[in-house]
């Protein structure tokens, strides 16, 4: 085999990456949040503190810079952060951790990092555990409609920050919208459930509720009306649906519902 020819197979060689690519994708209550990161492992070596020194812009990974899409404005740790791609940095301390979020978002590495072009800056408190955690993982949890937890977790240190989102004003013009259109079918339970929960009004959450019961008489249709109902003030009202709801519940064998029912129906007496 000519000199030529070995190059050109050893060109076709792939070999694992030493810290693999990841693109985690997150939806949180209407927005579209993506992460990618390179994912460094331990591989018995001292991080921070010692490979990664304290007070100094970390890449938060490896190779390029980790990278934050965000489809809808979003605050994190109180932060307001407009949509957009944006380069995710952090400044590792033993007691204290500094967030960067910088408008840099393609880059290799902290080589050219901008202070510049930091959007934020803020700090915040890790959190130490006992058993090492091999590879780096950033990973959201504790969902809400409008919040999850984003944590950033490698060796014995995770870094903690809360994401939060407005969905309430974009979802209310939907279903206004939506409950002004023509349309024969039409998302009555939804909307009413949405009303309720958002302290809206409550008049209109009770049309929307009672179309809803009127196209199915369904346990869990009727347990919103009757505390649509009992928020409304009208407990005779309240307490007929929800007695009904519990009658529908128990034939539906329904043990969680039978079970809000009789709460319900025990403040209303």
């Known amino acids: 085999m000519t000199s030529s020819a070995a190059l ?17 994708k997150q939806r949180v ?23 990664i020194p304290y007070g100094k812009v970390w890449r938060t990974g490896a190779n390029a810079a980790t990278k934050l899409v965000f489809s809808t404005d979003v605050k994190i740790n109180g932060h307001d952060i407009p949509a957009g ?13 500094t967030v960067i979020i910088n408008k840099g978002s393609d880059q290799w590495g902290t080589y050219k990092y901008d202070e510049k072009a930091d959007l934020v800056r803020f700090a915040v408190k890790p959190i130490s555990v006992s058993t090492p955690i091999e590879t780096m993982t950033i990973e959201f949890d504790n ?3 409008e919040s999850a937890d984003m944590k950033l977790a490698w060796d014995k240190v995770k870094v903690p920050m809360t994401l ?4 309430i004003d974009k ?26 929960n958002h302290e809206k009004d409550l008049q209109q959450a009770k049309k929307w509720v009672d179309a809803a019961v009127a196209e199915r008489d369904a ?3 009727v347990h919103l009306q009757a505390k649509i109902l009992a928020k409304l003030g009208d407990k005779t009202a309240a307490l007929a649906a929800a ?3 519990l009658e529908l519940a128990n034939k539906a064998n329904d043990l969680a519902y039978v079970k809000l029912n009789e709460s319900l129906i025990k403040t209303l007496q």
């Not at 791609?85 to 951790?97: C, R």
């Not at 939060?164 to 969905?167: A, D, L, T």
């Not at 939907?174 to 023509?182: G, L, R, T």
Request: hydrophobic letters at 35%; glycine letters at 6%.
């Open 29 to 51: 209550g209407l927005t579209d949040v993506e992460v990618t990161y390179s994912r460094p492992g331990l591989k018995g070596r001292e991080v921070f503190g010692s490979m």
């Open 164 to 167: 939060e989102v407005n969905y």
């Open 243 to 245: 007695k009904h709801s």
């Open 143 to 145: 969902f809400k409609d």
């Open 219 to 221: 346990f869990y249709i």
């Open 8 to 24: 050109a197979d050893t060109a076709k060689l792939e070999f694992p990456a030493p810290s693999p690519q990841c693109t985690v």
């Open 171 to 196: 979802l209310t013009k939907q279903i206004e919208a939506e409950m002004a259109s023509d349309k024969k079918e039409k998302p009555y339970f939804q909307a009413a459930n949405f009303w309720f």
């Open 85 to 97: 791609t944006y380069a995710l940095m952090t400044i590792p301390g033993k007691d204290e951790w």
